[in-house]
């Protein structure tokens, strides 16, 4: 059975969001890679520098890219500082996965987030890193 298919006396998939798509978007190895670090954040929803560094081998805007693709397919929703609360040199825009795609990781076994958040935790950080994963984060 497709993942996008309702199982028996299971409820549908949400209107817009389109499961199959979503899986498609996320087997791009390096997209499962942006995905894994999201749900490994400790609060769930890094900044693209904290994406950076946790991808070395990648420019901001590539992930800029890959977010932008991920965003549509609806597997991460884009959290913004409003313009009055913003400070200037810190990131105001943050990306956390969707309650829709959440579900559909859980219901097929991908990204779960207590082995992804044990793998960030590995990562040696720097003073900055550090002070930026300590951010508030905005609300949808």
């Known amino acids: 059975m497709r993942p996008d298919t309702a199982e028996p006396g ?7 969001f389109d499961p199959w798509l979503a899986l498609q978007r996320v087997t791009d190895s390096t997209r499962a890679n942006i995905v894994a670090d999201v749900v490994g ?3 769930g929803a890094p900044s693209v520098d904290e994406l950076a560094y ?3 081998s990648l420019e901001a ?3 800029r890219n890959h977010l932008k693709v991920l965003v549509e397919a609806g597997v991460v929703e884009e959290l913004t500082v409003p313009a009055g609360q913003r400070t ?9 996965v969707t309650a829709d795609a959440r579900e559909l990781f859980d219901r097929n076994g991908l990204f ?3 082995a992804w958040r044990r793998q960030y935790d590995r ?3 720097t003073a900055e890193i550090r002070e930026l994963e ?3 984060r905005p609300e949808a």
Do not use: L
């Not at 200037?88 to 956390?96: D, E, N, T, V």
């Open 112 to 114: 779960p987030a207590e």
């Open 88 to 96: 200037r040199g810190y990131p105001y825009k943050f990306y956390r």
């Open 123 to 125: 990562v040696e950080k």
């Open 61 to 63: 805007d590539t992930i």
């Open 54 to 56: 946790t991808n070395p």
């Open 10 to 16: 299971g409820d549908e998939a949400t209107e817009g």
């Open 41 to 43: 954040h400790p609060k």
């Open 134 to 136: 300590a951010m508030p």
